[in-house]
């Protein structure tokens, strides 16, 4: 017929409206799938923002406004921040307070003890007997040893006597302001002239007054008045453990007046074979050659 058109095989039969609308607004699988990698990505990368962000903040100690880290409020945390910093500071205080409280008990116990402490001089006359042949007086002492013994003529040899004068040095405790100083018998026994230098710097002439060679303790005296004296202690009140100081003069008058410090060790110490009587106080304060005598104070 005229005018009018078949459609027939694949011809489709026109979309309506609606449906060319819901054609367009289903959306396609492969736009789909980069959608959903897209947001992931962006999901992964806020996580490791606020990750980064959350580690910044702790490491800074920055909180919200409103709230401290541990969920308490921001002023009550700074109080409670205030405090702490307070007593770190009142434990470093108490601590340095310590320290100085210390260092002034070493330095008045030391202050109070030196101006007693004495360096003793003693002196020994050492006579040493010896032989001479009468013939060494015209030649010589070796003239006839050039020839041999063999060769000297037979004579008898006279005694003769030369003397040494041997010198030590030791320390002593001044206990009374006229002059009465204790110190070691072994720094004075034998001698035959003994001086005692003075923090002061003046020199005496010594005497011996009594000595205990049993417990090594001499007892001198020297013509002096108003001496800086020792207050002697108890050693029966000494424990193991307690801090000490030795005051004395070691190896020469140049290091006169020296200050070691130690720990009482140990108490009552026998059997080394020192001298008839021993009970030993032991300490890991320094004692060298001079400090013999000397004072040990706690």
């Known amino acids: 017929m005229r005018g009018r058109k078949s459609y027939c095989g694949s011809l489709k039969k026109p979309a309506s409206e609606n449906e ?128 041999g013994q063999g060769q000297q003529p037979k004579q008898k040899r006279r005694p003769q006597y030369r003397e040494y004068h041997e010198e030590g040095m030791g320390s002593g405790i001044t206990i009374t302001s006229d002059g009465y100083i204790i110190t070691n018998n072994h720094v004075v026994s034998g001698s035959d002239d003994i001086r005692v230098k003075t923090p002061a710097g003046n020199t005496y002439k010594a005497k011996i007054i009594g000595t205990d060679p049993k417990t090594d303790i001499a007892l001198i005296k020297i013509k002096a008045k108003n001496l800086p004296i020792a207050k002697l202690g108890n050693s029966n009140n000494l424990k193991v453990g307690e801090w000490v100081l030795a005051i004395g003069n070691p190896f020469s008058q140049k290091l006169h007046q020296t200050v070691t410090k130690g720990i009482v060790s140990a108490l009552g110490r026998s059997g080394l074979e020192l001298s008839p009587y021993e009970n030993y106080i032991q300490t890991d304060a320094p004692i060298n050659p001079g400090n013999s005598g000397g004072a040990l104070i706690n």
């Open 20 to 147: 060319n609308r819901n054609e367009l607004n289903k959306p396609k699988g492969g736009h789909l799938m980069r959608k959903k990698w897209v947001l992931l990505l962006v999901g992964v990368a806020l996580l490791v923002g606020s990750l980064i962000t959350v580690i910044l903040i702790s490491d800074f100690n920055f909180t919200h406004k409103g709230l401290a880290s541990n969920g308490t409020p921001a002023v009550e945390a700074k109080v409670n921040a205030s405090k702490t910093q307070g007593q770190q500071s009142s434990t470093a205080l108490t601590n340095s307070q310590f320290i100085y409280q210390l260092n002034s008990v070493f330095e008045n116990a030391a202050s109070k003890v030196k101006p007693s402490i004495v360096t003793i001089f003693s002196e020994k006359i050492i006579k040493m007997r010896t032989y001479q042949n009468p013939f060494s007086f015209f030649f010589g002492p070796d003239f006839f040893n050039q020839f």
